[in-house]
């Protein structure tokens, strides 16, 4: 039965060998095929150096030429996407170790059935398959973290994107500052995926969310059976970034031991999982940040003199969003037709006076909160522009205006113990909040109402929810 490849394409594939045997075994296995073409390779030296040699699967005697041991390692990096199948001779040892390091795709024992033979090509197939789903993956992150995503109109951020710009040129190690909420771990990301590691890991080390006497251990890994008898090896994120992206975010939060070991990693550019004695090489780029004032720590001790210089060869302050009023605008516009469109709202606006009060308050929670509260502005807003009134209440309190109270909307009644149908309905949220505990998914259920019209209702009637 003739072999096809799985998908269907065409795929072209690639034999270095030397061994005329494993030549004529392999052209014999795809002679019929309509969609597998074989090319074969005496000597692979001469294709490295052809810029436009680039098969979609390698399969390389490990037999055939002396110096294929030594070319593998680059050749793997110059094309990480072309899995490569390993043709060992039966009966010959082998280092199935290196075999193993090299990141190879399976290993093809020869003289081979066709059996065999496909059972090698439908691995390296598959491998080729996930592969070219990660670069997709990969390149449609990247186009949500370009720099010409970046939504700037002062000049400090201009000066600020020019500067990640540079960092993405080269290996250096960033400091990233600024408060909680600046968007840190987005420019991070932006570095990383515009740089030469881009389709290399990116792996998020968070000192905050893990617990400190768990720190050192899940960013340095350990060895099999060293905190429990039958444990395994545990990879850390340095481990896991190999090749790729280090950041780790809130770096202040780490413990002066972990701040120690993780000096002498870059001083030496080794480091070993906990309980081993192998020096394993530092392959990442690390990018740091923190919301804290690391130089005020080293001043009191808390933080590493010399770690605080090895992390900030280049530093990078991120503005608050008080601190860049003039970006307001252009962040509402984005925003504003995110979710609009996600509500099913498009071409809702704001008004001018809506927008003023967006530029007066101080923004304590940065972007995230401007986000929330573009959000339910559109949730909330019944017409097809954002009113003051649509702001949240605590916003406009701090704006200095007045939001509307019950008594504002003309509550009150003309005839004494008569109330008007606004007092009923504010009466009615407060009950059904009352009834279901402050839960205002079970307080609209009760009043057999949307989650939106109770989240209006709130705003409208002033009522603490």
Known sequence: MQIESLSGRPLHLSLVTGSESLREALTAFLAESATLQLGIIPEIAAYLAHPDWHPDILFVDMDGPSEILDILPDLTQRMPDVPVVACVQAGVARDLDLIETLGLATMLTVPCAEQDFRLALRTAERLLDLRLQVRQLLTAVAGEVQFEQIVARTSVMHTIVSLLRKACANDINVLIEGEE?????????????????????Y???????????????????????????????????????????????????MDTTVQARLYRTLQSHTYRRIGGDVDLPLGVRIITS?????????????????????????PVRIPALRDRIADIPILVDRLLRQYAEAYGRPGLGI??????????????????????TIERAVAVCETMEI????????????????PKSVSDTGIGGKHPGVPTMDQLKARGVRLALEAS?????????????????????????NIPA
């Open 181 to 201: 909420g600046t968007g840190k771990e987005y420019y991070a990301r932006a570095i990383h995926y515009n740089s030469r590691r881009s389709t290399r890991p």
């Open 203 to 253: 792996v998020l080390f968070s000192c905050t969310a893990i617990p400190q006497h768990l720190l050192e251990r899940e960013l340095f890994g350990s060895e099999a059976g060293v905190f429990e008898e039958g444990s395994d090896m545990l990879a850390g994120a340095l481990e896991q970034a190999d090749s790729g992206t280090l950041y780790i975010d809130e770096v202040g939060a």
């Open 290 to 314: 923190t919301s804290r004032d690391l130089r005020a720590m080293c001043a009191e001790g808390s933080f590493r003199d010399d770690l605080y210089f090895r992390l900030a060869n280049f």
């Open 387 to 402: 009113r003051v009134d649509d702001l949240p209440h605590a916003l406009l309190v701090a704006t200095g205006v007045r």
């Open 351 to 372: 008004g001018a006076d809506a927008l003023l009060q967006l530029r007066r308050y101080r923004w304590p929670g940065n972007i995230p909160e401007l986000e929330e």
């Open 437 to 461: 505990g402050g839960n205002i998914k079970e307080a609209a259920r009760l009043l057999d109402i949307g989650r939106t019209t109770i989240y209006k209702l709130i705003e409208r009637y």
